[in-house]
């Protein structure tokens, strides 16, 4: 036995005794779990598979790096048929689609030629006959918002060298009315055009020419020292995936057959977009992820994903699962005179990020965009610790250097959200409600409560 | 309505703190519409949206557009927007490092030799007991109603990783000389402790210490216990197996400043007895086995055997205010107590002195209390059963119903003796005697009913053991150290009385 500290959780009058009797005492913030969850909790933490289960998936995840391998077309990597459309989050119908998704799908169906008109993509949908969504996480892909993917759309190719293992996520198209916040006006499709005949063929020519593949992995390791949370700022991470790519791209013009004004204005393109590298950052946390699941036992969250409707999360323990409820519109600030009653619920693949650790759970090291909701720094610190109260691990790559050099909170634990209540923060983008608009904000949201209990209530039961 | 644009060249503000400056303006008044922001492409967009009209500019400048009420003043607004833009927070102390939420969160800040203690709601006790488990920590549960195969899925575990599990129901523990629930200030010795019992415990903590401190007076160094490790009064049951039992008596038999072990619990299983007998006989350390029961010991005498294996004769175990202490003032014995193992203790006794015991802790079915404490027989009412502390704290920390009784046991004409115990000590009420001398003191206005208590306590116990003694004395009270001589003497007195009623 060694000199004694002493951990109380529960009546104070123990801690004070403890207290007075010169001995350290750190004392718990015990409150009740969320209603009902006591028994499944006691089930769940007497689970013989749990601890060991949960060490395997978080050091599964952990021992990913992913590299950018290559670009192509999500019909040759996805095998992705003519009329069939991914999309974000759970899986969901065309009736209970919410404005922005519809409105990409629209724009998807457009940019396949399946319609002349985007607007005449509705009867297409609803007569619901020659096409078929999916979300794209049961593709090994991840869509930003809308997150609606197409057979001619040009993917990020991700591979994790040590299995194999791949995920894929499409090229961003920068902010504004763009088709993944649900516009499908000319602008949109003619921008998407040009990536799919320019900067895809482009970017593939540049990740092919490049000897030594982008370590997407290591270029979160470093933007994150850079004042990234890469997902709702990815400044540093673009750059420097621009610094990685661009002699291959101006070496590709030796080649053909684009020209010095294609390399030009894909330069330009990528460089103006600040969230560029975001649909890098995305894939590598699925990859990451992927790695974790389906470990029985395991209480860990593999995915949270929002289709603009519904926010649903699958659970390491429980494989393909979703458990979903109504996702929440995001607390925020509005571009222009676009107000709360503007904006659609929660949409997008891209909690994946915060899913992993980063993002709103590193909030503490993008001190730049604290002021989403009127928030502080101290805020943006107080919130990274409180991750850490729900989650099983830190990352030891993904440090935060105010924080001493943390590692990011990482690895939520299902059974940690019903006890303290507390839920995942995530950063977001917000969508116009209706299809069509685009972009009319930006934010902070959380998962509905109740998709948590939800999701112990079956691991409880399968660990009876 | 009127509007008015301007551009700040060089000047910079990120798009998020724009934002917020807008929002800002937005609500100065006079102002129905306002957009700050860099003359980005996708801003100059959302600006000529709003129908404003924007000069030449480059994404570095900055463009104000308002656009206020007619009789509003544009000096104002741009006041506003100054000030919206105008850092406001200087720098501030850390106020960021939240107090932890979990057992699990609190661990990873302390070091690898901290211990937890649990005392939540019970149905939530054995998910913090696994958190410490799982970092490597031993845990003290002192939480109650927690179901027997969450204890033996707790146990098992700790098991498998070496660490304890002191509980669920655990009241007492000393781990190196510090109390943990309700424990006595000790004298650190060599002994250590075995306990499926709480106030077993801490009747023999009481006892040894005073016999060491009996024994240091004449020269004898080292009676005191180093420690004592609660295991729950459930773990020699068949169902748990006695897995904290062995444990701690490993921890015990490793612990080279441990000369001797003594293992207490209320009656064990008797498989889990055998096992146990086994168990102890393998180690280097010897063991005292104090299992109470019918023929069994009490604690007192297993206290002696301690000290006789120590070498040691007992002393003579402290009485104060035997003077009060007339004849029995009827035929019925009244037990009043807030330790179930001195209640139980106090049964056995009395059952083989005056025959069947009502109680609520009954020692067979047939004799149970209903919700009537107080019946025409023999009764011994233990207040710290879980069914007397639903919704109110544990008597050693509120003794209302307890002294409720008393005057009702008092007022009873058949009651010839009342017995009680008070417990002092780390968790205990500051003053016990405060409330309970005045009420020893009213049972004894209307005719001098005997009133024995067994105080159990130590010289060190932040309570003060000689003042709540004195204080008991005064009110009228014959206060033991030792609840078996306090038994016996209540006992006697009641023989007394049959003697002289025959």
């Known amino acids: 036995m060694t000199e004694t500290t002493v951990v109380t959780v529960g009546a104070d009058m123990f801690a004070d005794s403890v207290a007075g009797q010169a001995v350290g005492v750190e004392r718990v913030d015990w409150r009740p779990p969320m209603p009902g969850t006591e028994r499944d909790l006691a089930t769940v933490a007497t689970d013989p598979r749990r601890p060991e289960a949960n060490r395997t998936a978080v050091e599964a995840m952990l021992g990913v790096t992913a590299h950018l391998v290559d670009v192509a077309p999500a019909s040759e990597v996805l095998g992705l048929e003519p009329g069939q459309f991914l999309h974000a989050g759970p899986p969901i119908e065309w009736d209970r689609a919410s404005g922005p998704l519809r409105g990409a799908l629209m724009g998807g169906a457009a940019l396949e030629g399946l319609v002349d008109d985007p607007e005449d993509a509705v009867a297409l949908f609803e007569s619901g006959s020659s096409v078929s969504l999916e979300p794209c996480h049961h593709r090994s892909a991840v869509g930003p918002m809308a997150g609606v993917v197409t057979p001619s759309m040009w993917m990020w190719v991700l591979e994790d060298r040590a299995t194999g293992r791949r995920t894929y996520c499409s090229l961003n198209e920068g902010l504004g009315k763009v088709l993944r916040y649900g516009a499908y006006g000319p602008e949109v499709l003619t921008r998407l055009r040009w990536m799919g005949d320019v900067l895809g063929p482009l970017l593939q020519a540049a990740v092919r020419g490049t000897a030594e593949a982008s370590d997407v992995t290591g270029i979160l390791t470093q933007m994150l020292q850079m004042g990234d949370e890469a997902h709702n700022r990815n400044r540093a991470g673009t750059l420097m995936l621009l610094r990685d790519l661009s002699p291959a791209m101006v070496g590709s013009l030796e080649k053909g057959p684009f020209d010095a004004k294609d390399v030009s204005e894909a330069l330009r393109f990528i460089g103006g977009n600040d969230h560029f590298f975001l649909n890098l950052a995305m894939p590598a946390c699925k990859l990451a992820l992927d790695a974790g699941r389906d470990v029985p036992g395991s209480t860990m969250v593999v995915a949270m994903a929002r289709n603009g409707t519904d926010f649903g999360i699958q659970v390491s323990g ?136 939800k999701a112990l209530a079956a691991l409880a039961e399968a660990a009876r | ?94 106020t960021t490092v939240a107090p932890p939420r979990t057992t699990g969160s609190a661990l990873r800040r302390t070091g690898p030799g901290a211990v937890a203690l649990v005392s939540v709601p019970g149905a939530s006790a054995t998910v913090e007991a696994m958190d410490a488990l799982e970092a490597g920590h031993d845990v003290m549960v002192f939480s109650d109603n927690v179901p027997v195969a969450e204890e033996v899925a707790l146990k098992t575990y700790a098991a498998s990783r070496g660490a304890l599990v002191m509980g669920p129901d655990c009241g007492t523990a000393v781990i190196d000389g510090v109390g943990l629930g309700f424990a006595n200030a000790v004298r650190p010795g060599r002994i250590g402790i075995v306990a499926a019992s709480g106030t077993g415990c801490q009747q023999l903590l009481a006892l040894l210490h005073h016999a060491g401190a009996d024994l240091a007076a004449r020269g004898h160094d080292g009676v005191g216990v180093r420690h004592a490790l609660g295991v729950g009064g459930r773990d020699l049951s068949a169902a748990v197996g006695g897995t904290s039992t062995r444990e701690a008596l490993r921890r015990l038999d490793a612990d080279a400043d441990v000369d001797l072990v003594v293992v207490v619990s209320k009656p064990p299983a008797p498989e889990v007895a055998e096992a146990l007998a086994k168990d102890a006989d393998a180690l280097d350390t010897p063991v005292e086995l104090g299992l109470l029961g019918r023929g069994q010991r009490d604690l007192t005498a297993v206290a002696e055997a301690v000290l006789a294996r120590l070498g040691h004769e007992a002393p003579q175990w402290p009485v104060h205010g035997a003077d009060n202490t007339g004849g029995a003032t009827g035929p019925l014995l009244r037990g009043l107590f807030v330790g179930g193992t001195l209640c139980d203790e106090s049964m056995l006794m009395a059952t083989e002195a005056l025959g069947p015991i009502r109680s609520n802790i009954p020692l067979s079915d ?78 004894r206005a209307e005719r001098a009913i005997p009133v024995v208590v067994s105080l159990v306590g130590t010289d060190l116990d932040p309570q003060g053991l000689d003042a709540t003694r004195d204080a008991l004395v005064a009110a009228g009270a014959e206060v033991h150290l030792s609840n078996a001589s306090a038994t016996r003497r209540a006992l006697d007195l009641i023989a007394r009385f049959e003697g002289a009623a025959r």
Not at chain 2, 30 to 58: C, R, Y
């Open chain 1, 318 to 453: 429980t494989g393909d699962q979703w458990f979903t409820g109504p996702a929440q519109v995001a607390e925020g600030l509005f571009l222009g005179d676009y107000g709360p009653d503007d904006a659609n619920a929660d949409i997008g693949d891209s909690a994946i990020t915060e899913t992993a650790g980063i993002g709103g759970f590193a909030m503490a090291t993008a001190p730049a965009i604290v002021r989403l909701v009127g928030g502080t720094v101290p805020d943006a610190l107080a919130t990274t610790r409180r991750m850490h109260e729900i989650t099983l691990a830190e990352n030891p790559r993904w440090s935060v250097p105010v924080l001493e050099f943390q590692g990011t909170p990482t690895g939520i634990d299902v059974t940690k959200v019903c006890r303290t209540g507390i839920l995942p923060q995530i950063n977001t983008g917000m969508a116009g409600r209706v299809a069509g608009v685009g972009q009319v904000g930006a934010g902070l949201v959380t998962p509905p409560a109740e998709i948590f209990p």
């Open chain 2, 366 to 443: 047939d004799l149970a209390l209903g919700d009537e404490l107080l019946v025409d027989d023999h009764t011994m009412v233990d207040f710290g059963d879980d069914a007397l502390t639903q919704g109110r704290a544990h008597p050693m920390i509120d003794p209302t119903l307890r002294n409720e009784q008393l005057a009702r046991a008092a007022a009873d004409p058949q009651t010839g003796v009342i017995l009680l115990d008070l417990v002092l000590g780390h968790g205990a009420e500051p003053d016990p005697a405060a409330l309970l001398a005045p009420a020893i003191a009213a049972a």
């Open chain 2, 1 to 94: 309505m009127k509007d008015h644009v301007e551009l700040r060249s060089g000047a910079y503000a990120d798009s998020v703190t724009l934002l917020q400056v807008s929002r800002a303006v937005q609500a100065a008044p006079g102002v129905v519409a306002a957009q700050v922001a860099m003359a980005t492409g996708l801003n100059l967009e959302v600006l000529e949206g709003m129908g404003f009209d924007i000069p030449e500019s480059s994404p570095n400048d900055m463009v104000v557009a308002l656009r206020l009420d007619d009789d509003a003043d544009v000096a104002t607004a741009l006041a506003a927007v100054d000030a919206a833009l105008a850092p406001t927070r200087p720098a501030s102390g850390d």
